[in-house]
């Protein structure tokens, strides 16, 4: 596709379950970030991809989180055993990631509620 | 810890005049700074890229300037039009991703 794609846009779940995010970068990005957004805050960094190094995980904010990236494209992030503050929009962007940090392009986020 | 400030209050302002938003930041030394802009639930989309090194840059009605002394960014929207009526992020490079601040809200009038 043209953009950076995400699915489910919405997933609503109960407190305990798990759930799986996906991501699809733009073709050709060897970048690819993982943010959280929750109500009224900023972009919270949670872990970052550059082609088939070892990810940078250190915003990850418990070992319930982990995200793969599979073939370099692909990416799932799982929340393990949900909790409510987990409720948020969890937005994927990619880059180039030639060098320097360039402009990331986002997808539209999928939005987690937490019951 | 690393610190970027951005106005929590909403700026609003009447449509043809220059909208100016503030991004400070503290305990940091970045090589280049971000602007983006947020509609309600939408991605974030990038707007501006300003380095170190650079004072000022401008696109078509949008100008950054970039102050390493003072730890700021500004971003100015001349003549605004409603339709730039968003939430408008900086972000600052950290390690090889980017440090968002919380957005300022804009809301230009009629």
């Known amino acids: 596709g043209a953009g950076v794609s995400q699915s489910p846009s919405n997933k609503v779940t109960e407190k305990g379950k798990d759930v799986e995010l996906r991501c699809d970068p733009i073709?050709?990005?060897?970048?690819l970030y993982w943010y959280r957004q929750s109500l009224g805050q900023g972009l919270e960094f949670l872990i970052y991809?550059?082609?088939?190094?070892?990810?940078?995980k250190s915003g990850l904010p418990s070992d319930r989180f982990s995200a793969e990236r599979t073939g370099g494209s692909v990416s799932t992030l799982t929340i393990q055993r949900t909790q409510q503050e987990d409720s948020a929009v969890y937005l994927c962007?990619?880059?180039?990631?030639?060098?320097?940090?360039?402009?990331?392009?986002f997808g539209e986020g999928s939005r987690l509620t937490v019951l | 810890s690393q610190k970027i400030e951005q106005n929590s209050e909403a700026l609003n302002i009447q449509e043809g005049k220059t909208a100016t938003l503030t991004c400070n930041y503290t305990?940091?030394?970045?090589?280049?700074l971000q602007w983006y802009r947020q509609d309600p639930g939408r991605g974030p989309v990038f707007l501006l890229l300003?380095?170190?090194?650079?004072k000022e840059k401008r696109k078509e009605r949008l100008k950054v300037t970039f102050d390493t002394t003072l730890k700021q960014s500004l971003f100015h929207i001349t003549a605004s039009q409603p339709a730039d009526s968003a939430t408008y992020l900086c972000a600052l490079d950290f390690r090889y991703a980017l440090n968002f601040g919380k957005g300022t809200s804009l809301l230009v009038t009629p």
């Open positions: 300003i380095r170190e090194n650079e």
């Open positions: 991809f550059q082609g088939n190094s070892a990810p940078d």
């Open positions: 073709s050709g990005h060897t970048a």
């Open positions: 962007a990619s880059s180039l990631g030639a060098g320097e940090t360039g402009e990331l392009f």
């Open positions: 305990n940091y030394s970045p090589a280049y």
